[in-house]
């Protein structure tokens, strides 16, 4: 836990696997991720040799899976925190997300979250989450779901093959979308559930496959401000 009025910094090329699949990474205070396009900063599963090496002295005896370890989860009133250049792999067990943003602020760029056992990224009670050049893949639930009066601004991110691209639930939260890739989700592209708002403009929607097409429960976006269905 980063305990409130302290702050960790994670620098470039430092690898972090956790133990078990219920270890969280609290944010009570402020974390600051910087990594490079060279060296990533790596969190991922203890089973993943392809990152630091067999940490764990078992060979090939094991392998990385989806929700092998929790999230990273920033909590009520933690502010200025940032993640940039980051690989974050098979988390996500149970509790909601990979990252989780409860009540707090989250600035994200140039950084992939693959893999979640839930969703990638987790907006709820009022966060504010700034999702910018970042590549949402692989997750069992959504890339993106904001709820209970989150606001999510979301730029130049490529989400790709999760259940769900983009979800906005509740009235009172709304997700900004620009110039993002929307692609290949099984259930759907871009969702609103309980009138959560959507406004986007340049984006690409593309899911042939999707059970309810590339937007569900509002209006296309298709056709008004650039936004594509490919």
């Known amino acids: 836990t980063v305990p409130s009025g302290r702050m960790l910094q994670i620098d470039a090329g430092q690898i972090i696997k956790t133990s078990d699949v219920s270890v969280d990474l609290n944010v009570d205070g402020r974390l600051s991720v910087n990594g490079t396009v060279a060296a990533p900063v790596i969190v991922t599963s203890r089973h993943d040799d392809s990152a630091g090496g067999d940490t764990n002295n078992n060979g090939n005896a094991t392998t990385p899976a989806i929700g092998d370890w929790s999230r990273v989860w920033f909590r009520g009133g933690s502010t200025g925190n940032s993640?940039?250049?980051?690989d974050l792999r098979y988390g996500g067990d149970f509790f909601g997300g990979a990252v989780v943003v409860d009540s707090a602020t989250l600035t994200m760029a140039n950084t992939r979250v693959h893999r979640s056992d839930t969703n990638a990224v987790l907006a709820i009670n009022d966060a504010t989450v700034n999702l910018t050049n970042n590549v949402l893949i692989g997750s069992l639930r959504a890339g993106i779901l904001a709820a209970s009066g989150s606001e999510v601004i979301a730029i130049n991110n490529t989400i790709d093959g999760n259940a769900r691209g983009v979800v906005s639930s509740e009235g009172d939260t709304v997700v900004e979308l620009a110039n993002n890739l929307i692609t290949f989700h099984s259930t759907a592209g871009v969702v609103s559930e309980g009138g959560g708002a959507v406004t986007g403009e340049f984006n690409i929607a593309f899911n042939p496959d999707a059970?309810?097409?590339?937007?569900?429960?509002?209006?296309?976006?298709?056709g008004t401000n650039n936004n594509l269905s490919a």
């Open 211 to 222: 059970q309810n097409g590339d937007y569900h429960g509002l209006e296309s976006l298709t």
């Open 83 to 86: 993640i940039d250049h980051a």
